[in-house]
């Protein structure tokens, strides 16, 4: 029992050293375009089928688990990786090299675009990694769906969430519920892990984690507040996205819409188009979608702070970025202990199953969404009853962008080469179709 207790978990047969995980992290971090479906095959590719650090029960049954907590779950899928293979120092250096590299591009993009607007050689070029994008997204849903859908049950469960979330709308955590229920119900399972994983941890540990964790998040706003006061920007910004943080269920896309009309209608601090640009470009960044947060930290403080607007906005992308991912590590570091405890009760890991079945028609649904983002210049909800569809304009196709998209599937899915080397390419044929 008490081994199984210690902050540090026991190590895989491939266990890394810690200076091998940091690489792979770092590599991880720098090419985690294109939101979660996208990242969570990246990290499946590296840790799974490369690395072969985790394997494949063990990575599937942690996203299980992640997409139960409020947040981005493929930060917190870094986080538990790093956990499992270090502990808690592991798990800190793989969230924090998850989110670090996307904040630095998206600060210096947000400091460029408050001073000087949209930069066009910069949009060029995301506009070809976004076709990149489109194909690591298919690749996800392919790897993820051939290895958590086992049976008939598996694909109907997957089937119904995705009709569920992209014709019906139905919110994301009442998905993850019924799923687990009939995961739960339907699909208890007999193939345990070993036993010694089976117990459970201790709840005095659990508790000083979050204790522990709670004074780290809050303790700074708290700070803010009190030495500027509750009208200031700094201080709306960090209880603002500290509360944010809690509720964020129901999947990046309903999350960054919950967040947009907050910021646009109830606060005013930036306009519709003004979050239409933070979205897009937390889109086509390296790191979680989530870092839109950093954008409209940035730019609400900025337009507050006057002559001191550029210091002050660089001080609002911080406080929203500690308010956003402080709480991600205490999700994991207090629940992750109790994954494998989980996965050792039948019925508790079929509900798991259940969750994870539903997860690949969540990936389906953010896939088709991104795919017509991205092809086409102009996409329409409308609704037809209680049904919404998501309706292109076929005119407003874009050839530049399917031509990348074609010769990067081509690449990445026959020729099998590496992701950078990829992105390299669609970024030069993206300058080269835009100067035709």
């Known amino acids: 029992m008490d081994e199984f207790v210690k902050t540090k978990p026991e190590a895989a047969p491939q266990a890394p050293s810690l200076a091998e995980a940091i690489v792979a992290f770092s590599h991880i971090g ?128 997957a089937g119904a969430a995705f009709v569920a979330i992209f014709f019906l709308a139905l919110p994301y955590p009442l998905i993850v519920l019924l799923a687990a229920i009939y995961g739960f119900v339907r699909m208890p399972v007999d193939d345990l892990d070993a036993p010694e994983a089976a117990l459970r941890p201790r709840l005095r540990a659990t508790g000083t984690t979050v204790a522990l964790w709670l004074l780290i998040w809050l303790l700074p706003m708290v700070a803010i507040t009190a030495v500027l006061g509750e009208g200031h920007i700094l201080s709306a910004i960090g209880w603002f996205f500290s509360k944010l943080a809690v509720v964020t269920f129901g999947g990046a896309y309903a999350v960054l819409a919950y967040m947009g009309q907050d910021v646009v209608v109830a606060h005013g601090w930036l306009s519709a188009g003004q979050m239409m640009d933070g979205l897009g470009l937390a889109e086509t960044t390296p790191g979680p979608l989530i870092l839109v947060t950093e954008f409209v930290g940035y730019l609400a403080a900025y337009q507050k702070g006057g002559a001191a607007a550029l210091q002050l906005g660089v001080i609002g992308a911080l406080v929203a970025l500690w308010a956003t991912f402080a709480p991600c590590f205490m999700w994991i570091f207090a629940g992750a202990p109790y ?38 210049g102009k996409v329409t909800l409308t609704h037809q009853g209680f049904l919404q569809l998501w309706i292109p304009e076929l005119a407003t196709l874009d050839l530049h962008v399917l031509i990348i998209a074609v010769i990067s599937g081509y690449l990445l899915l026959r020729r099998h080469w590496k992701i950078p080397a990829v992105l390299a390419i669609a970024a030069a044929l993206a300058l080269l179709l835009r100067s035709i």
């Open 339 to 376: 994954i494998e405890w989980i996965n050792n009760q039948p019925r508790l890991k079929g509900a798991l199953s259940g969750i994870t079945a539903a997860v690949v028609g969540v990936i389906l649904n953010l896939s088709i969404w991104f795919a017509l983002h991205v092809f086409f």
């Open 30 to 157: 720098l090419l985690s375009f294109g939101g979660p479906a996208a990242q969570i095959s990246l990290m499946h590719r590296v840790l799974v089928d490369e690395k072969k650090w985790l394997d494949e029960r063990q990575f599937l049954n942690a996203l299980s688990f992640c997409m139960l907590l409020p947040g981005p779950e493929a930060m917190q899928l870094a986080t538990y990786a790093g956990w499992r293979l270090h502990g808690v120092v592991g798990g800190l250096i793989a969230g924090l090299l998850f989110v670090v590299p996307g904040a630095l591009v998206v600060l210096a993009l947000a400091m460029i675009y408050a001073a000087y607007g949209n930069v066009p050689l910069v949009e060029t070029v995301f506009f070809g990694i976004k076709a990149v994008v489109v194909v690591i997204v298919i690749e996800a849903l392919l790897r993820v769906a051939k290895k958590a859908l086992k049976g008939a049950e598996h694909w109907l469960v």
